[in-house]
C-alpha cells in the first residue's frame, strides 16, 4: 500500500456545482499528476504539477484546474460540473529529482457522481 | 499523438496456468517507457512491470514477464502461475521519456482467475 492518500472517497454533486478534491502525496514527493478515469476506460492524463506550478496538462477545459501546496499536497477543482465530469478521479506522486526514471505511487481514487 | 490499444476487454485462465494480455501502441518517439498497472477493486493502480524501449531485453518481475516488440509497437504481459489474486483490471500504459509524467493508457483488460 503506497502513501498516497485522496479524501473523500465518494462524492455526489449536481449539474452545475463546484467540486475540490484533495490528494495527499506520499512524503518527500515533489510532484503530482491527476487522472481521470471513466466507467470501464483507462485513466486520462488531466495535470501535472511540479514545485507547485503546473508543468503538464492533458485534453481537459479550464474548468479543470488544480493547486500544489508547498506541503506538496494537491487539490483538484472542477468548476461548472457536466454529467460526464462523473468518474473516478486518481492522485498519483513521484520525486522528480532530474532523471527520467521516477516511479508514479497511484492513491485509491474519488469517485465523483454528477446528477 | 500517442495511443495504446488493448484488444481484450476480458480474459479468463484456470489458477496455475499462464495467460498473455496483448497491447499494442503507436508513437513516433524512439525512446520511451511501457508499463503494465493492475488495478484491483480497491481501485489503486499498482505498477506491475515497466520496459524502457532502449533496452532489448525484456523486463521481467517473477511470475510477470512481457514480450516487447519495438518493430511491431507491440507489448505483451504474459503472467506464470496465475494465482486468484491476480485477478483485476490490467492496464497497459506508454510514456515518453522526456516532459511530464504523463502515462497514456489502454482501454483495459479484465482478468479472471478460475480456481
Known amino acids: 500500500e503506497t502513501g498516497v492518500t485522496q479524501s473523500p472517497t465518494h462524492l455526489i454533486k449536481t449539474r452545475g456545482q463546484q467540486v475540490t478534491l484533495r490528494c495527499s502525496s506520499q512524503?518527500?514527493?515533489?510532484?503530482v499528476s491527476w487522472y481521470q478515469q471513466a466507467l470501464g476506460q483507462g485513466p486520462q492524463f488531466i495535470f501535472q504539477?511540479?514545485?507547485?506550478?503546473?508543468?503538464g496538462r492533458g485534453n481537459f477545459p479550464p474548468r479543470f484546474s488544480g493547486l500544489q501546496f508547498p506541503n506538496y499536497s494537491s487539490e483538484l477543482n472542477v468548476n461548472a460540473l457536466e454529467l460526464d465530469d462523473s468518474a473516478l478521479y486518481l492522485c498519483?506522486?513521484?520525486?522528480?529529482?532530474?532523471?527520467?526514471?521516477?516511479?508514479?505511487?497511484f492513491g485509491s481514487g474519488t469517485q465523483l457522481s454528477v446528477l | 499523438a500517442q495511443t495504446v490499444t488493448q484488444s481484450q476487454p476480458e480474459m479468463s485462465v484456470q489458477e496455475a496456468e499462464t495467460v498473455t494480455l496483448s497491447c499494442t501502441y503507436d508513437?513516433?518517439?524512439?525512446?520511451?517507457?511501457l508499463f503494465w498497472y493492475k488495478q484491483p477493486p480497491s481501485r489503486q493502480m499498482i505498477l506491475v512491470i515497466r520496459?524502457?524501449?532502449?533496452?532489448?531485453q525484456n523486463a521481467t518481475e517473477n511470475r510477470f514477464s512481457v514480450n516487447f516488440q519495438k518493430a511491431a509497437k507491440s507489448f505483451s504481459l504474459k503472467i506464470s502461475d496465475s494465482q486468484l489474486g491476480d485477478a483485476a483490471m490490467y492496464f497497459c500504459?506508454?510514456?515518453?521519456?522526456?516532459?511530464?509524467?504523463?502515462?497514456?493508457f489502454g482501454q483495459g483488460t479484465r482478468l479472471t482467475i478460475n480456481p
Open positions: 498519483a506522486s513521484s520525486l522528480t529529482t532530474g532523471g527520467t526514471n521516477e516511479k508514479l505511487f
Open positions: 512524503s518527500g514527493h515533489n510532484t
Open positions: 504539477y511540479y514545485r507547485e506550478e503546473e508543468n
Open positions: 508513437t513516433s518517439e524512439s525512446d520511451y517507457y
Open positions: 520496459q524502457e524501449a532502449y533496452k532489448q
Open positions: 500504459a506508454y510514456r515518453r521519456i522526456q516532459g511530464a509524467q504523463k502515462l497514456v
